[in-house]
């Protein structure tokens, strides 16, 4: 994995939280990746007998005692649960790759805003085709950590646009953001499905295109999908990250955990 930073939370009282990949349990050590003992030890100043916050997307959120470091190494003894395990509403975020730092941009806002997995799809205009995945994960873990989420969002290898769609699940509906504004406005069009549908949405995801916008022939394709909702984005032009972060914006506050209470826990 990519290079990890730990962020200082204020309500927990330990000043550092941080992912980690094994089991938690009362009673486990676990050993601190190099970035994250560095950040712990040299930055943060953290020594023996030091709490931190543990978590990683599947037994909640732990207290942890460090036990030893030395040559760059951090060993963390885990004691007490502080959270139950807790999930983000089943909403993807499908975009075409832009530039570096706004792939950066949008994976670490699309994380705090509560996505479950990010995926990049190549159409046919996006100008960015190549996107380093652990970079990627790296941004979302950083960002899991800072928001207090306990789950890390999935990130999901590139694809192509047009296989994406002959392999998709009909039971997850897409919300596509039509630049060319032929859909409709897209918190009418989330206000008028069924109020059942509103309160236990199920699968769902955003699609947002590249700079130059989806091809016509992909809105065609688009157009005969029955899962498909095309949702205009308002009068002006969006970048495709500001439009990504909008629609997600408007998704949850209308259909997801900003209208409905925190996740249940899973």
């Not at 330990?14 to 486990?28: Q, S």
């Not at 978590?55 to 139950?84: K, M, P």
């Not at 309160?199 to 295109?209: L, Y």
Request: net charge neutral; aromatic share 6%; with cysteine.
């Amino acid at each position: 994995m990519g290079k990890t930073s730990v962020k200082t939370d204020g309500r927990t009282g330990t000043g550092i939280r941080l992912f980690v990949e094994d089991d938690l349990a009362a009673g486990h050590q676990i050993a601190l990746s190099r970035p994250q003992s560095h950040y712990a030890t040299n930055v943060m100043r953290r020594g023996i007998g030091d709490v931190v916050s543990l978590f990683n997307g599947r037994d909640g959120e732990w207290t942890g005692r460090i036990q030893s470091t030395g040559r760059g190494r951090c060993d963390v003894i885990v004691e007490e649960l502080t959270g139950a395990q807790q999930g983000a509403p089943d909403l993807w975020l499908l975009f075409a790759p832009v530039k570096r730092a706004g792939i950066d941009f949008i994976a670490a806002k699309a994380t705090e805003l509560g996505v479950s997995a990010i995926w990049p799809v190549m159409t046919r205009h996006t100008a960015v085709t190549r996107v380093n995945l652990e970079r990627l994960r790296a941004n979302v873990i950083e960002a899991s950590e800072q928001c207090r989420r306990r789950d890390v969002p999935r990130v999901i290898a590139p694809s192509t646009l047009g296989d994406i769609l002959a392999d998709w699940d009909p039971g997850r509906r897409i919300l596509l953001c039509d630049e060319t504004g032929a859909g409709l406005p897209i918190a009418g069009m989330l206000n008028g499905l069924d109020k059942n549908e509103s309160a236990n949405p199920g699968p769902w995801a955003v699609i947002v295109g590249p700079e130059g916008g989806f091809a016509e022939t992909e809105l065609d394709a688009f157009a005969k999908l029955p899962f498909v909702y095309s949702a205009a984005m308002g009068p002006r032009i969006l970048r495709a990250d500001t439009a990504a972060l909008a629609a997600l914006t408007c998704w949850q506050a209308l259909m997801g955990d900003w209208g409905h209470g925190p996740p249940k826990g899973g």
